[in-house]
Antibody, heavy 121, light 107 residues
Framework: EVQLVESGGGLVQPGGSLRLSCAASGFTFSIYNMNWVRQAPGKGLEWVSYISSSGATTYYADSVKGRFTISRDNAKKSLYLQIHSLRADDTAVYFC??????????????WGQGILVTVSS | DIQMTQSPSSLSASVGDRVTITCRASQDISNYLAWYQQKPGKVPNLLIYAASTLQSGVPSRFSGSGSGTDFTLTISSLQPEDVATYYCQKYNSAPRTFGQGTKVEIK
């Protein structure tokens, strides 16, 4: 059974940092591209970042570019999102999500349960 | 960046009704479009990819169409369990932008 489990969220002060993790199981993690998506309270979905299966290619939403860093450790079957310079508008539930197609893109077929990041003083 | 615009933002329909949601891209994205369903308090669920390919396990009352800039998600016969917010998403290139969502309720 495919599982994605996020961790590392919590309450952080503005300007602070956080590292989110996503532990994958039930599939060959190393051959799938992965993503982070967030959803602010009561709002819609916002794609945040993408990393290719090898980790060689990354993309970011303009709203997080320069502050967020996506990475992965295929040996540990884990995806990460390092977040710096947190702002109030980064408050959201953060989901990790798997691309449907092996080494390709076609929508996100598996999602983690989400982890809440709250930025507040 | 390409913008994705859904309409309507919300709708209310009766059980058994045919429901149509539209998604428009600001530039041609070919058929690189996915649709998701998110029920209240739940994780998004992939319904359709490549604009019209039904994801495994998704009921056949859901269908997608379109190419280029205009896309449609249709629920052929609305069921009570279809109450949710629906999102389109482009994936031809980054950023993989979502539409703002369409909330579907039962009348």
């Amino acid at each position: 059974e495919v599982q994605l489990v996020e961790s590392g969220g919590g309450l952080v002060q503005p300007g602070g940092s956080l590292r989110l993790s996503c532990a994958a199981s039930g599939f060959t993690f190393s051959i799938y591209n992965m993503n982070w998506v967030r959803q602010a309270p009561g709002k819609g979905l916002e794609w945040v970042s993408y990393i290719s299966s090898s980790g060689a290619t990354t993309y970011y939403a303009d709203s997080v570019k320069g502050r967020f860093t996506i990475s992965r450790d295929n040996a540990k079957k884990s995806l990460y999102l390092q977040i710096h310079s947190l702002r109030a508008d980064d408050t959201a539930v953060y989901f990790c999500a798997r691309d449907l197609v092996v080494r390709g893109m076609a929508g996100f077929d598996y999602w983690g349960q989400g982890i809440l990041v709250t930025v507040s003083s | 960046d390409i913008q994705m615009t859904q309409s309507p933002s919300s709708l209310s329909a009766s059980v058994g009704d045919r429901v149509t949601i539209t998604c428009r891209a600001s530039q041609d994205i070919s058929n690189y479009l996915a649709w998701y369903q998110q029920k209240p308090g739940k994780v998004p669920n992939l319904l359709i990819y490549a604009a019209s390919t039904l994801q495994s396990g998704v009921p056949s009352r859901f269908s997608g169409s379109g190419s280029g800039t205009d896309f449609t998600l249709t629920i052929s016969s609305l069921q009570p369990e279809d109450v949710a917010t629906y999102y389109c998403q482009k994936y031809n290139s980054a950023p993989r932008t979502f539409g703002q969502g369409t909330k579907v309720e039962i009348k």
